[in-house]
């Protein structure tokens, strides 16, 4: 497993929270927290999302990203996820990272400060180079998509 130096600015509303962590050594992403106030929980309704604080900003070397997706445990137990999964933060964004969440469950869902809601996974990029072409290589699958390999 290879390591890479992130500097990571925790910002005023982040104080007294762990920093983002890997939980176990094999894990590939790390767990994010609510920077949400103490006093002020964030309450997500069934089939509404909120954008919530992380309270930190973060410089990736080039080459690469961090992405931010759900949490499994979240998912499973109470129907949260993502927006928009993975969310990316790119290697020249400087801003506070936040997440969207969604509440697809049937119950309202409250996050509170220190809460672990998503998790951020930091990998390499390649950048695509655009060849245009008349034709493209024939394939078994073709032009067959959404369903069409079958569901068994």
């Known amino acids: 497993m290879s390591t890479v130096p992130v500097k990571i600015k925790p910002l005023d509303h982040y104080e007294g929270l762990a920093l983002p962590a890997y939980e176990t050594p094999q894990s590939a992403g790390m767990d994010l927290r609510a920077a949400v106030p103490a006093d002020e929980p964030v309450s997500i309704p069934p089939g509404e ?18 992405q931010v997706r759900p949490r499994s445990g979240l ?31 049937q119950a309202n869902f409250v ?18 180079v655009w060849e245009i072409a008349d ?4 394939t078994t699958r073709g032009t067959g998509g959404f369903g069409s390999t079958g569901t068994k």
Request: a negative charge.
């Open 75 to 105: 998912a499973a137990k109470h129907g949260i996820s993502c927006v928009n999964t993975p969310g990316t933060v790119d290697a020249d964004y400087r801003g506070e990272i936040r997440v969207n969440l969604i509440n697809h469950g």
């Open 49 to 66: 999302w909120r954008l919530i604080p992380v309270g930190i900003a973060i410089a990736l070397p080039a080459g690469f990203e961090a």
């Open 135 to 138: 034709t493209l290589d024939e």
């Open 111 to 128: 996050v509170n400060r220190g809460d672990r809601i998503a998790q951020m996974i930091i990998a390499p990029v390649t950048q695509a």
